[in-house]
């Protein structure tokens, strides 16, 4: 149940990933996260409140749940969606992937958490699978607007690996606390808070690249919420969930599969058939999950 959790959250990644291109490129990183926090802070706080949810928090799992939405929303989501607007869903996809093995190591090296071989084998073969699937994604990039490069190639790199950096620490951070049975919406709301209340305080700063580089219009407003329900509220509830019963090092591959689940969705909305160093690497990440699954 963990597990399917967990691919919950990717497909919801994907998802989100792609609706958020359009308002990223539009108003920047920054300001779209603002936005996007805003909403789903809002939004989880309700729920949390009528669900009870926040009964299940202590002071001490408080602080280390805000501790974690700094370093893996504010940080990492950030420098993510920065490097989303610079080269598309689909390249920065394969960079955030190796979220998968920096979790691995750092949760064997932080938490002690050991993986069965044959579990082993199929993380290994979900990021290989992932790496090639998203890699020989598409024929051409000619006329596919997400896959558009704006700006430097070399930031947009270094942006999508602090996001997974960032993803990978803020998830061993709240590891322990979701291994303790709080409630995944409530965790899910303060991590938002956090990261919501940072973003505001950068946005009241004169800095340029901190406030919208464009004027919100109805559409993109409508983007960004849509993108925050899918992939904020919908997704990241689901990834908390999964951390509750199953190890940082596991949830985190089978997260990582959400660029292949990208794939398909890209080829709908473009057009633009994937090819077959795709399916490939698509039909390597369903092997290493069955793995995942038996170890």
Request: proline letters at 3%; a positive charge.
């Amino acid at each position: 149940m963990f597990e399917i959790a967990a691919l919950g959250a990717a497909l919801c990644w994907s998802m989100g990933g792609i609706i958020a291109t359009t308002p990223i490129r539009s108003l920047g990183a920054i300001a779209f996260t603002r936005i996007r926090m805003l909403f789903i802070a809002a939004m989880l706080t309700l729920v949390a409140t009528l669900s009870g949810g926040w009964e299940t928090l202590s002071a001490d799992q408080l602080s280390t749940l805000l501790l974690s939405g700094i370093v893996g929303i504010l940080f990492g989501d950030t420098a993510l969606f920065a490097a989303l607007k610079r080269l598309g869903p689909r390249r920065a996809a394969i960079l955030f992937a190796t979220h998968a093995p920096m979790t691995l190591a750092l949760g064997y090296l932080w938490l002690d958490e050991a993986l069965t071989y044959t579990a082993l084998l199929g993380a290994l073969l979900v990021t290989m699978g992932v790496i090639t699937a998203v890699f020989y994604g598409s024929h051409s990039t000619a006329s596919n607007p997400w896959e558009v490069i704006q700006g430097s190639l070399i930031t947009g790199v270094l942006l999508a690996l602090l996001g997974a950096l960032g993803q990978s620490m803020g998830s061993l951070i709240a590891r322990p606390v979701m291994a303790d049975d709080v409630d995944a919406v409530a965790a899910s709301a303060i991590r938002s808070i956090a990261s919501a209340a940072f973003l505001v305080l950068l946005g009241i700063l004169p800095v340029r690249h901190f406030r919208a580089q464009a004027a919100l219009t109805p559409r993109i407003l409508l983007l960004a919420s849509a993108s925050a329900l899918i992939g904020m509220g919908i997704g990241m509830t689901l990834f908390l969930f999964a951390l509750k019963g199953s190890q940082t090092g596991i949830v985190a591959t089978l997260s990582s599969t959400s660029p292949v689940l990208m794939l398909p969705i890209l080829w709908i909305l473009s057009g633009e058939r994937p090819s077959a160093g795709a399916w490939v690497g698509a039909t390597t990440v369903v092997l290493g999950t069955s793995l995942i699954f038996l170890g």
